[in-house]
C-alpha cells in the first residue's frame, strides 16, 4: 500500500502551491540541478500582498498557535502592511481600515480579550516565581492597558489570598513568589545542606535579580522547608 502523509498546515507565508512543490525532470536531473545550485545564494522570500482576506487568514493562523494581546497582533499587521505598501504600492489608508476591522471581528468572536490574557499571562508569571512589579512590567511591555494591568494586578493577589492556607493569608503574594522561584531553581533550602551556606550569597543575588527585596530574599533563603509549605499554598492554588 502506498505511503499517505498528511500535509502540514502552514502559515500563510509559507503557502505554496503543489507544481511548486513537484520535481521536475528524471531524478538523477534533479540531484545534478541540486548539486550545482548549492553553492548559489538563495534568494528572500517576497512579501506578500496584503488584503483584508490575507489580514484575516494571517490573525486566525497567529492566534491559533499564541495568546496574544490585540497591541501584539496590531504590531504584527502593521509589518505586513508596511512590506506590502513598500513592495506592492498598497495604499495604507485602505490597508489601516482592514487592519482594524480585521482586529474588531476578532474582537468580537472572544479571540483576542486583553483582560482575559492580562490575567492569564499574571497568573502563569506568578507560578513561575515572577515578583509583582516584575508582572506589571510584563503586561505593560505586551500592549496591555494600564488599567486592565491594575485590575489583572488586583485579581491575581485576591486569587492568591483565597487559594492560601489559613495560616498565611493575608501576606504579600511577592513573598509567595519568591519562595517559588527559590523551589525552581533549587536555592536556599532547596540546595543540597553541604553546599547551602557557601551559596547563600548567590542565592540571595539570584532572587535580587528577580526583583525581590532584600528582607524577602534573605526570608525565602534562611527559611526552612517546612516554614515554606504553607506560603507555596499561595502560588500552588492559583
Known amino acids: 500500500m502506498a505511503d499517505m502523509t498528511q ?12 507544481d511548486e512543490n513537484k520535481s521536475v525532470g528524471n531524478a538523477r536531473f534533479s540531484t545534478s540541478n541540486r548539486q550545482n545550485g548549492k553553492n548559489k545564494q538563495r534568494e528572500p522570500n517576497r512579501p506578500r500582498r496584503v488584503t483584508r482576506d490575507y489580514l484575516m487568514n494571517y490573525a486566525t493562523w497567529y492566534l491559533e498557535r499564541f495568546a ?3 497591541a501584539r497582533l496590531e504590531k504584527l499587521m502593521r509589518g505586513k502592511i508596511r512590506l506590502s505598501v513598500a513592495e506592492y504600492g498598497t495604499d495604507p489608508e485602505e490597508a489601516e481600515n482592514w ?13 483576542i480579550n486583553d483582560d482575559a490574557y492580562a490575567m492569564g499571562r499574571a497568573r502563569s508569571l506568578l ?22 494591568i491594575d485590575h489583572a494586578i488586583k485579581e491575581l493577589k485576591a486569587e492568591a489570598d483565597q487559594a492560601a492556607y489559613e495560616e498565611v493569608r493575608g501576606t504579600d503574594p511577592n513573598i509567595a513568589a519568591a519562595a517559588a ?9 532547596w540546595r543540597r ?13 539570584a532572587l535580587a535579580r528577580q526583583g525581590f527585596g532584600y528582607d524577602t530574599a534573605t526570608r525565602i533563603i534562611n527559611s526552612d522547608l517546612d516554614e515554606l509549605a504553607d506560603l507555596l499554598s499561595m502560588i500552588d492554588g492559583i
Open 127 to 148: 507560578r513561575k516565581g515572577k515578583a509583582i512589579r516584575v508582572i506589571a512590567a510584563d503586561l505593560s511591555a505586551r500592549g496591555i492597558a494600564s488599567h486592565q
Open 7 to 18: 500535509k502540514q498546515r502552514q502559515s500563510p507565508e509559507n503557502r505554496t502551491s503543489d
Open 68 to 70: 496574544a494581546s490585540r
Open 181 to 189: 522561584y527559590a523551589r525552581r531553581r533549587r536555592l536556599g533550602p
Open 193 to 205: 545542606p553541604d553546599i547551602r551556606d557557601e551559596k547563600r550569597e548567590k542565592d540571595m543575588a
Open 99 to 111: 487592519m482594524k476591522s480585521v482586529l474588531a471581528a476578532c474582537e468580537k468572536a472572544g479571540f
